[in-house]
């Protein structure tokens, strides 16, 4: 049942989605992209979790609504912070909020939020943590080869 729970929710938000899409309704028009589909698959994973008391999903569920947020805002809203601390905060986000249910991933979820805050609102950063900005846009210029090689390895390590 848990399952079919998931894969309702799921199909319930993508089939809204397209729905509304088809229907044009003036007052959706910014929400038919990619980042809307992050938010829905998101708030079904939250749903579910709260529903099924199963606090595993928490950390999809805010991980991906959070990414689904963030990308919808740097789209729409000029005020939106274009840096890659965000990332590290949205992960953090979701720790502490898998965290708060389960008692797992505080130290984690602190940890990130610090380097985010620290990343995103200092102005004189230390010299050793060029490395950490010269990592990050590499990743964000190499995310999809990064996917690749985790659906890789996760494919070699059920073998």
């Known amino acids: 049942m848990k399952n079919n729970g998931l894969v309702a929710y799921l199909l319930i938000g993508i089939g809204v989605f397209f729905l509304l899409r088809e229907l044009r309704l003036p007052i959706f ?75 797992q991933g505080f130290i984690p979820g602190i940890i990130l939020l610090v380097i985010s805050i620290f990343a995103i609102f200092a102005d004189n950063q230390p010299g050793w943590f060029s490395w950490i900005n010269q990592f990050m846009s590499w990743v964000e210029r190499f995310w999809p080869a990064i996917l690749i090689g985790l659906g890789v390895y996760l494919l070699l390590k059920r073998k």
């Open 29 to 103: 028009t910014d929400f038919y992209s990619w980042p809307t589909l992050l938010i829905l698959v998101g708030v079904a994973f939250l749903i579910h979790a709260f529903s099924t008391k199963d606090f595993k999903n928490v950390f999809p569920g805010i991980l991906l609504l959070g990414l689904g947020i963030h990308f919808h805002a740097l789209s729409h809203y000029g005020f939106w912070i274009d840096h890659w601390g965000m990332y590290t905060m949205i992960v953090a986000i979701a720790f502490l909020a898998r965290a708060v249910k389960t008692r």
